[in-house]
Every structure is written in C-alpha cells, then in structure tokens.
C-alpha cells in the first residue's frame, strides 16, 4: 500500500470553510497534511465539490485572482489529495443514522491508519464539521482507535457568503451570482471531477467561499482524549456497534 505522510480526517456538513480553517491552523504549526478523508452525507455533498474545486485554484489564485486574495486567508493546498466518504445518509435524522454514521467513520478512520502506517501520531481528526451528532459521534470513535490528534476549530461567526452557500444546497436560495440554483450545482459536481475545467466565475466563488476572509479570528483547539490501555479501548469499540 503506498504511504502517505500526516493524514486529515474531518466530517463536513454546509460549511466547507471549516476544511481549509484547520489545514491553515496545522501548517501555522509547522504540519502540512499530504490526504484529506472528507465524511459528509448526501445531502452536504456540494460542500465537497466546491471544496476541490477551490483547493485545487488556491495555487493559481494569487495570479489569476488578485483583487481577491486582497480579502481572504488564503494557503496553496493544491498538492493536499482529497478523498471523500459519502455517508449511505441523506442526513442525521434517527438514533440510528448515529451508529451508521459511527461504522462509517470508523472505517474511514481505518483506512486513514492503513495510509500512514498504522502510526497514530501521523492520523489528525477535525471535528468541527458535519451534521447534528456526526462531531460527538466523531470523538467517541477516536478514543476508541486511540486517536490523540483531535481538533475542533472554534470561529466567532460564519461569513454570510458561507451563509449563502448553505442555504442555496439547502434550497432556501434559488440563485447565485445569477446562476439558478440546479445549473450551479450540477457544475460543481461536473467540476469537482476535473477541477483545471472550471470557469473562472466558479473558480472565483469557490475560494471565496472555501478560504476565510482575512478578518476572521478563528482557533484550533485540541481536544483532551483519555489515554485507554488496549482492553478498554477493544471494550469501548464493541459498546460503540451496539443498536
């Protein structure tokens, strides 16, 4: 299996900004994650697609986008490899999407040990992100993998250009930058598949979205997790399967 260095694990819901939040926050502390495992559900899966797309332009933005850059927090993350696990959810709505969302973490947990070598160390959980229980769920899974590396990245508000992105998935908005709702949607996921395809337009709002603006004051803080010998850790991961 090829290896891979420093692995990101992350659940995601609307707001695709807590993404490129906590990859700035590791490289202020010397760590640039090589793969990114992106959890989300059906329904939050435009936050992914805009999300590539924008990772990929971050590397091109100061040159073709100048006047942009301006007024965001911007960092090249266009070598980070994205991988997305799309949860079998439309969404967090019973006692037992929990568990699903659960096993399905779990296993995206797994193959993200698998990539770095089963060394704990190089497996980074952000939390922040996802629908309703999916962070608490989140938590509870790396304990019991014995994830140390668990981040939650704390904003003091949500930009409202990331307000309107949310709300144009959810359909309360039927436009953006004069573009219908369907039409938007559809390139996002036409242009997550070959990113280098998108239209500037698109590539634009994509950044603009996915980065910070530069006067937001946000931090990652990492979560205590308790140190479990094996057996507990074991005991735990079977108490985590039941129904």
Not at 28 to 51: F, Q
Not at 57 to 63: D, F, H, N, P, T
Not at 196 to 216: G, N, Q
């Amino acid at each position: 299996m090829e290896m891979w260095n420093d692995i990101g694990v992350m659940t995601l819901g609307l707001s695709p900004p807590i993404v490129t939040e906590f990859l700035i926050e590791l490289e202020k502390r010397g760590l640039k994650l090589s793969r990114i495992v992106v959890i989300t559900t059906k329904g939050s899966r435009p936050s992914y697609d805009l999300l590539k797309i924008a990772m990929y332009w971050s590397s091109k933005a100061r040159e073709v986008f100048p006047d942009l850059v301006d007024g965001i927090q911007l960092s090249d993350f266009s070598t980070t490899e994205i991988v997305l696990k799309t949860l079998t959810l439309e969404d967090i709505a019973k006692p037992e999407d929990c568990y699903t969302f659960r096993s399905q973490f779990d296993s995206a947990l797994n193959d993200a040990l698998k990539w770095a070598g089963r060394d704990l160390r190089r497996v980074h959980v952000c939390a922040a992100g996802g629908r309703k229980t999916m962070p608490i769920d989140a938590v509870l899974v790396s304990i019991a993998e014995g994830i140390n590396n668990v981040y939650h990245v704390i904003a003091p508000r949500i930009p409202g250009i990331s307000m309107e992105f949310a709300n144009l998935v959810t359909g309360k908005n039927k436009e953006v930058r004069g573009i219908d709702r369907d039409e938007m949607l559809s390139k996002l996921s036409q242009y997550a598949e070959k990113p280098e395809e998108a239209e500037e337009d698109i590539a634009k709002y994509a950044l603009e979205v996915c980065f910070p603006p530069k006067d937001l004051d946000f931090h990652l803080v990492r979560i205590p997790i308790p140190k479990l010998p094996p057996e507990e850790r074991r005991r735990f991961r079977e108490e985590l399967r039941e129904r």
